[in-house]
């Protein structure tokens, strides 16, 4: 009951000034919002990585550089010659001018594609790359108004122009990316062909732990490349994006420290006009317990408020966000529900810190000289 008395007596005060009270948990909402956008996007990427990891890569192995720069052809031939290994793919890319606007091409071994990628052909056939055609997302070819056999002038800056026909088109795949040569026709138009990425998949019934140290063996030869399993290749990926979650969350924490500040000022503020209604609450029973707890909650209030409206808008915002994003493949809306609740729970626990110090300030006043203020 006397718990009921001091809540009920909390949210009064927090609610008898309201637009300081509003104007205070303002600016912890405007501090959560941007961390729960943060969270949200970070979240949303991530299981958008996963996905296209998931449906994009097929290989069972992938190799590449730390920072995926490029390296030597050579790794992929010594791979190929691996007791165990099906099928060995290395992949690269280069800048052309393709259709009168500059893109990137991607350049792989052919015959590895559908297997390596999970490349879903939809006209023609992967078979067209050992002709020396081009293979096109079906989304580019439907807006250029390409079909199979068509005539696509590219200009290439080793070799000059020339005109590559389309052998087929297959479903948007981020790793193939808009266009798809093969090696051999890459070889021909570039001065250098480094590549970025390896893939490998094993032979059925081959020794997994046998094919795995047979590979880093390999790979051990070359300095800076790293041998991955798909696991690996998504927990690269979220240490990259908690890297820069990490950095975003460094500058919202001065946001919060400032919105903290806010709270203490205006509890302290509350107490400060209030002295003459604390004298007389103090006067008719209350004690400084309860006096205590009622300055908390009514620290609890402000900061819920303003933690429950910042995790709402910071979620309707990540929804925009990620909305506008579909065509970057970001494609998966993720809502952390638990992560943010947390929020909110150290929200209202950051309540309770701020309101350390006003509510240690208002039980220590004098009964007597606090009832003669006026």
Same mark, same amino acid.
């Given at each position: 009951?006397?718990?009921?008395?001091?809540?009920?007596?909390?949210?009064?005060?927090?609610?008898?000034?309201?637009?300081?009270?509003?104007?205070?948990?303002?600016?912890?909402?405007?501090?959560?919002?941007?961390?729960?956008?943060?969270?949200?996007?970070?979240?949303?990427?991530?299981?958008?990585?996963?996905?296209?990891?998931?449906?994009?890569?097929?290989?069972?192995?992938?190799?590449?550089?730390?920072?995926?720069?490029?390296?030597?052809?050579?790794?992929?031939?010594?791979?190929?010659?691996?007791?165990?290994?099906?099928?060995?793919?290395?992949?690269?890319?280069?800048?052309?001018?393709?259709?009168?606007?500059?893109?990137?091409?991607?350049?792989?071994?052919?015959? %590895?594609?559908?297997?390596?990628?999970?490349?879903?052909?939809?006209?023609?056939?992967?078979?067209?790359?050992?002709?020396?055609?081009?293979?096109?997302?079906?989304?580019?070819?439907?807006?250029?108004?390409?079909?199979?056999?068509?005539?696509?002038?590219?200009?290439?800056?080793?070799?000059?122009?020339?005109?590559?026909?389309?052998?087929?088109?297959?479903?948007?795949?981020?790793?193939?990316?808009?266009?798809?040569?093969?090696?051999?026709?890459?070889?021909?138009?570039?001065?250098?062909?480094?590549?970025?990425?390896?893939?490998? %998949?094993?032979?059925?019934?081959?020794?997994?732990?046998?094919?795995?140290?047979?590979?880093?063996?390999?790979?051990?030869?070359?300095?800076?490349?790293?041998?991955?399993?798909?696991?690996?290749?998504?927990?690269?990926?979220?240490?990259?994006?908690?890297?820069?979650?990490?950095?975003?969350?460094?500058? #919202?924490?001065?946001?919060? #420290?400032? $919105?903290?500040?806010?709270?203490?000022?205006?509890?302290?503020?509350?107490?400060?006009?209030?002295?003459?209604?604390?004298?007389?609450?103090?006067?008719?029973?209350?004690?400084?317990?309860?006096?205590?707890?009622?300055?908390?909650?009514?620290?609890?209030?402000?900061?819920?408020?303003?933690?429950?409206?910042?995790?709402?808008?910071?979620?309707?915002?990540?929804?925009?966000?990620?909305?506008?994003?579909?065509?970057?493949?970001?494609?998966?809306?993720?809502?952390?529900? $638990?992560?943010?609740?947390?929020?909110?729970?150290?929200?209202?626990?950051?309540?309770?810190?701020? $309101?350390?110090?006003? $509510?240690?300030?208002?039980?220590?006043?004098?009964?007597?000289?606090?009832?003669?203020?006026?």
């Amino acid at each position: 009951r006397v718990f009921g008395i001091a809540g009920k007596l909390g949210t009064e005060n927090a609610l008898r000034n309201p637009r300081r009270t509003s104007a205070t948990a303002s600016a912890l909402m405007i501090g959560l919002a941007f961390v729960t956008l943060a969270t949200v996007l970070a979240s949303s990427v991530t299981a958008s990585a996963y996905r296209l990891i998931d449906e994009g890569i097929g290989a069972d192995y992938v190799v590449a550089s730390q920072q995926y720069f490029p390296f030597s052809p050579q790794v992929a031939r010594d791979l190929a010659r691996v007791d165990g290994v099906d099928t060995v793919a290395a992949v690269s890319g280069g800048q052309v001018k393709i259709g009168g606007r500059t893109a990137m091409v991607t350049a792989i071994t052919p015959g %590895t594609a559908e297997r390596v990628l999970n490349l879903a052909v939809r006209d023609g056939s992967e078979a067209a790359l050992r002709r020396g055609e081009l293979l096109v997302d079906a989304h580019v070819a439907a807006e250029q108004g390409w079909r199979v056999g068509a005539p696509v002038p590219v200009v290439f800056a080793a070799t000059g122009s020339t005109t590559l026909r389309v052998g087929g088109t297959y479903e948007p795949n981020q790793f193939a990316g808009p266009y798809l040569l093969s090696t051999a026709t890459y070889d021909a138009h570039f001065a250098q062909r480094l590549d970025t990425v390896v893939m490998v %998949t094993r032979a059925s019934g081959a020794d997994r732990e046998g094919v795995h140290r047979a590979l880093l063996d390999v790979v051990h030869r070359y300095p800076g490349v790293q041998l991955k399993d798909q696991t690996q290749v998504k927990a690269d990926y979220k240490a990259m994006i908690d890297r820069l979650l990490l950095l975003v969350f460094g500058l #919202l924490f001065l946001a919060i #420290l400032i $919105a903290v500040l806010g709270i203490v000022n205006t509890l302290a503020l509350s107490v400060f006009e209030r002295t003459h209604e604390i004298g007389l609450l103090r006067a008719v029973g209350m004690s400084r317990r309860q006096l205590r707890r009622m300055v908390r909650l009514e620290s609890v209030t402000i900061s819920a408020f303003g933690a429950l409206l910042g995790v709402g808008v910071g979620v309707a915002f990540g929804w925009a966000v990620v909305s506008t994003m579909r065509d970057e493949g970001i494609e998966v809306l993720r809502i952390p529900v $638990a992560q943010l609740a947390l929020y909110v729970v150290l929200a209202a626990l950051v309540g309770v810190l701020a $309101a350390l110090w006003p $509510a240690r300030r208002a039980a220590r006043m004098d009964v007597l000289a606090a009832i003669a203020t006026e």
